[in-house]
């Protein structure tokens, strides 16, 4: 049996991420009890419900403080009883939250007459901190819509073993902002940029003629044969450490030309060797 936990702020989506696995025939149960973890496989097994082989559940800041802290030990034991166990954690910033929240007028479940909205998503961060230090992948849902972030959710574990090992390649614009939920960023503003040849400017990465603009560049080979090469020396290393997931961003100034190019270039390499490879052209979306 395979378990994702999906955990993370209030407000970040945890709903549509649950919702989407159950989609998928996911056996998901929302806002479970830290202690129950144990017990709930305990039981999927006794009663032999073979038909049930992936689990997902939601746990939130809803538990008591000293049951968050005990998440670490609980989730050693569950994966040495021989449950393959993934741990999903949606967040977003403090704009975007506290936005939300006014939009949607909510009351978020640690704030009440004494606690302020903001005061409450600072104490969920710190209360979700034994889940979060544990997470095998983040999803930082600050610019995600409902659709997009349901996407990147089946995308990411709904169609693959959950104990298998996957990848998150995507491009970015800087002036947009930082993707915060990465392991890896690569900077390609340093090579020519398609934007300042006019009859570029409106393309995109995946476009052939940008594509062929690119490849005449030297430096644009260079840069990608050692991308390549780093990645192919690391990727199997963080594959070996037990790491079921590793997010890789690769960022230009508008997000529009050189960063594209260079993900869809490697996607189609490094898909050769990981099959379970999901790319992301952010500012196209």
Known sequence: MSMVIISGLSGSGKSVALHALEDLDFYCIDNLPVGMLTSLAEEIHEQHLSRISNVATCIDARNRPDQLARFPGILGELRASGIACKILFLQADDATLLKRFSETRRKHPLSDYETLLADAITLERELLEPIMDNA?????TSRTNVHQLRKLVMDSIGHRDAIGFSLLLRSFGYKHGLPT????????RCLPNPYWEPDLRSLTGLDKDVVDYLERQ??????????????????????????????IAIGCTGGQHRSVY????????????????????????
């Open 136 to 140: 095998d992948l983040f999803i930082d």
């Open 181 to 188: 939920d990465v392991d890896f960023v690569f900077d390609a």
């Open 218 to 247: 030297s430096v644009v080979n260079d840069y990608y044969n050692q991308l390549e090469n780093f990645l192919g020396n690391w990727i199997p290393r963080f594959k070996a450490d037990n790491r079921s997931y590793l997010s």
């Open 262 to 285: 260079l993900v869809d270039r490697l996607a189609k390499q490094i898909d050769k060797v990981y099959g379970d490879l999901v790319t992301r052209h952010r500012e196209l979306e």
